[in-house]
């Protein structure tokens, strides 16, 4: 039997080590032949799948690069001395498939999700394994902190039951502002941070005139014409940047091109995502319509990465590179240096985005308080991080390991406190916020599935 664990243990390995873009496609087009798609279009599918997570990992190579620099330049400018840098998902998902627990979220994590569909607790359908590193962070790091394994496992267990209730609750809101009908993105920063969006806009509701302020990408673009374009924002915001950082124009300007380039190229190898998800979407639609009926209602999970590709989420992502920086900057006791995360900060306040409908002034304020949340409970965790990466071989003795996805996870920091209780007032502080961020949520997205549903009616 234990040969037999650690001959999974290294193919599961093998195959995540490859990354996402190798990954997926492998199991969208065994994925796609299994539910009836011919070999030739699965194939086809996976290959532009993958296509898309390579365009996209060179975008966000090329970000990560380039304000990476800039961001650390800015924080030397102002005379802040942050004493540990922060690795970011990439880190981060590297050091938890080093974890046991990681082998076993898999299967697990997919027999929960069959479960729960089967008792109708879920709608959502997940094929995103590889984000499910996501959930077997949460069992990885309860496992180093506690050494228990059960609490680990039952920490894949809990995290899972969210991410597919997640799945079920943001389904209405990528339908009516993503147009992405039957799809869903249950993993990660974008689905566990939306709930506060959804508290932030109930608060803004009920602020007479504040209510009234919209400003987007798209509405500036009716106003100014081409200086509101996404490739011209992107320009000018990078630019700013640049110099906020002690750029010269000839580091400025090339820095600014470069975002330009951000604001064009991420939606085009979205759509390459998208192109290669559509047959087995389809497939899959008419495969539960045959089995459960016309009416039959689920959602396929995607990464998060599909959501990229809107110029509201991307000029929210720039813009949060600085504010994420002085949010670390102001906030009291806080050790951490935004940085392997800062080229992604679009995960975190996407969901967001489609929360406000597009609002850019209501995404600025609740991605403020995402990203400040974020970052006070990846400071709470560092000595958890730090343990788990010790254990799995990741860092050596003495050193530390701080990231805000996952890291800032308020799922992970509450589930872990509940074990440890090594912060009462910290748990029952981020306990009691979520709660009511999650109540709102549900109260949200009930109204945004009745405004859909009024709509097709009139159509």
Excluded at 207 to 231: A, C, D, H, T, Y
């Amino acid at each position: 039997m234990t040969a037999f664990l650690n001959g999974c243990y290294f193919v599961i390995n093998y195959i995540i080590d490859m990354g996402a873009s190798v990954m997926l496609p492998i199991i969208i087009s065994i994925l796609a032949i299994i539910i009836g798609v011919k070999p030739g279009k699965a194939i086809r599918s996976g290959l532009m799948i993958g296509v898309g997570f390579v365009g996209m990992s060179l975008i966000v190579d090329m970000m990560n690069d380039n304000m990476g620099p800039a961001a650390q330049a800015m924080a030397e400018r102002l005379g802040v001395s942050l004493s540990i840098v922060e690795v970011g998902w990439p880190g981060m998902s590297g050091v938890t498939w080093g974890s046991i627990i990681a082998t076993i979220a898999i299967p697990l994590s997919i027999a929960i999700n069959l479960v729960m569909f089967g008792l109708k607790l879920t709608k959502t359908i997940n094929i995103d394994i590889w984000n499910v590193w996501h959930i077997a962070f949460t069992g990885a790091i309860a496992y180093a902190v506690t050494g228990n394994l059960l609490i680990g496992l039952l920490g894949v267990a809990v995290h899972s039951i969210f991410t597919f209730k997640f799945g079920d609750l943001w389904a209405p809101l990528l339908t009516d502002y993503f147009e992405l009908d039957g799809l869903t993105t249950p993993h990660g920063t974008s689905a566990y941070m939306a709930p506060v969006a959804c508290l932030v806009d109930a608060i803004i509701e009920r602020i007479p005139g504040v209510r009234k302020i919209n400003f987007s990408v798209e509405g500036l673009q009716e106003k100014i014409g081409v200086l509101g374009e996404p490739v011209v924002i992107g320009f000018i915001l990078g630019t700013i940047i640049g110099f906020l950082a002690g750029y010269g124009p000839q580091e400025a300007l090339p820095l600014g091109i470069k975002m330009a380039g951000v604001m064009v190229l991420m939606p085009k190898v979205i759509k390459c995502i998208m192109d290669g998800l559509l047959p087995i979407s389809e497939r899959a639609k008419e495969l539960m319509h045959n089995h459960f009926g016309e009416d039959s209602d689920f959602y396929i999970g995607l990464d998060p990465a599909v959501l990229l590709g809107d110029p509201e989420v991307v000029t929210a992502g720039i813009l949060f590179i600085p504010i994420t920086l002085l949010i670390a900057i102001i906030m009291p006791g806080n050790r951490i240096l935004p940085f392997g995360d800062l080229a992604t900060i679009g995960f975190f306040i996407a969901i967001a985005v489609a929360v406000h409908k597009g609002n850019l002034f209501r995404t600025l304020i609740s991605g403020t308080c995402i990203m400040t949340m974020t970052v006070w409970i990846a400071n709470q965790t560092v000595e958890w991080t730090t343990k788990l990466g010790t254990s799995v071989g990741a860092i050596e003795e003495g050193a530390t390991l701080a990231a805000m996805d996952q890291g800032g996870c308020p799922i992970t920091y509450v589930f872990v406190q509940l074990f440890t209780r090594e912060n009462i007032l910290g748990l029952i502080v981020i306990a009691a916020i979520y709660i009511v961020c999650l109540f709102f949520a549900v109260m949200h997205s009930k109204a945004r599935a009745a405004e859909l549903a009024a709509a097709e009616d009139e159509f």
